[in-house]
């Protein structure tokens, strides 16, 4: 499946919209939230590019405290649909959509080989 299929607001099998008061896995479905997301009456159109953008800044805030245990000196790749490696301004980080953080150098290690066991992976 193509990242930009997935609904960005679905984060492991819950629907985050900002329509809803609280995440609710009752409204989520493969059909709707990997297909035809655009349509759902809670999707919001926040704009990818801007998304990307401000997903980068606050990677660079994170990494400026932790850069010896995220920062990989080659970037890792996964099959994982979570997962997100991206070049920041020291080096290499992976971010995984499914928890919302980035991943320590040793965790994109596991995404990497392991991706198909991740108890993250819905
Ligand atoms: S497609 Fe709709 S239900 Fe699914 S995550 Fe997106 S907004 Fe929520
Ligand atoms: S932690 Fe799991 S869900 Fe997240 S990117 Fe890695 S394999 Fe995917």
Redo the contacts with the bound molecule.
Sequence with gaps: MQKHDICPHYKSGYCTSPMLDTPTADVTSPNRCFNSFKGCRYFVDTGEEKQGLELYQSVEQEIKFYPLVNVMESPLE?S????RPMRTGKGYV?F????GRI?TVT??E??SK??RS????T
Excluded: D, K, V
């Design positions: 996964s994982c649909e979570n997962y992976a995984c959509t499914a928890l991943l965790n994109a596991m995404c392991y991706w991740c108890p993250y992976r």
